[in-house]
T-cell receptor, first 115, second 112 residues
Framework: DAGITQSPRHKVTETGTPVTLRCHQT?????MYWYRQDPGHGLRLIHY???????DKGEVSDGYSVSRSKTEDFLLTLESATSSQTSVYFC??????????????FGQGTRLTVV | KNEVEQSPQNLTAQEGEFITINCSYS?????LHWLQQHPGGGIVSLFM???GKKKHGRLIATINIQEKHSSLHITASHPRDSAVYIC??????????????FGKGTKLSVKP
């Protein structure tokens, strides 16, 4: 199994509080992604990173920010959590999709509930 | 219209049955992925293919680039195959965001 660890695995937080989710990889892959999974939707991209300090927005980036200060860690922050951000969050890594057909590896997911 | 459509959305089968899950897409792609997600679990990559057919054990994936269609087959299905199966495509130009576009998944339940 690819070495991807998400933390925490479960979290309940109150509306308006900041929340940070962590994705840690041991594969030294260049690309890291944060997705959210909601009923009735496929996984949707929030943000992705193509290198240290290099990040870009996905289709549902509003209300989220990310940081990548090291190859192995990709942090997703909800600055002020809202109930609409209740979801299951998945981190994924790959060598890179942009030019190479490569397999993606996913973390176990973080179930976030905003009350 | 979703760029990746899967059918059926839900599928119930008896143990031993042959199962087919379909995926149609509307964009040019460089590769297509089939993923498996067990209840409450993470997502595991089953196949990545850009042409033809691949087989792993009882699982077979095919793709027809001209038809923009892929199928995932499970032979001699077993209750442990119960999961959500997700189709995802990788854009032909790498995608503007360099990422995958996902279908909504097919929930498979195999009864003993």
């Amino acid at each position: 199994d690819a070495g991807i660890t998400q933390s925490p695995r479960h979290k309940v937080t109150e509306t308006g509080t900041p929340v940070t989710l962590r994705c840690h990889q041991t594969e030294n892959h260049r690309y890291m992604y944060w997705y959210r999974q909601d009923p009735g939707h496929g996984l949707r991209l929030i943000h992705y990173s193509y290198g240290v300090k290099d990040t870009d927005k996905g289709e549902v980036s509003d209300g989220y920010s990310v940081s990548r200060s090291k190859t192995e860690d990709f942090l997703l922050t909800l600055e002020s959590a809202t109930s609409s951000q209740t979801s299951v969050y998945f981190c994924a890594i790959s060598v890179g999709f942009r030019t190479v057909n490569t397999e993606a590896f996913f973390g176990q997911g973080t179930r976030l509930t905003v009350v | 219209k979703n760029e990746v459509e899967q059918s059926p959305q839900n599928l119930t089968a008896q143990e031993g049955e042959f199962i087919t899950i379909n995926c149609s897409y509307s964009v040019g792609i460089s590769a297509l992925h089939w993923l498996q997600q067990h209840p409450g679990g993470g997502i595991v990559s089953l196949f990545m293919l850009s042409s033809g057919k691949k087989k792993h054990g009882r699982l077979i994936a095919t793709i027809n680039i001209q038809e923009k269609h892929s199928s995932l087959h499970i032979t001699a299905s077993h209750p442990r195959d119960s999961a959500v199966y997700i189709c995802a495509v990788q854009g032909g130009d790498g995608g503007s965001q360099g990422n995958l576009i996902f279908g909504k998944g097919t929930k498979l339940s195999v009864k003993p």
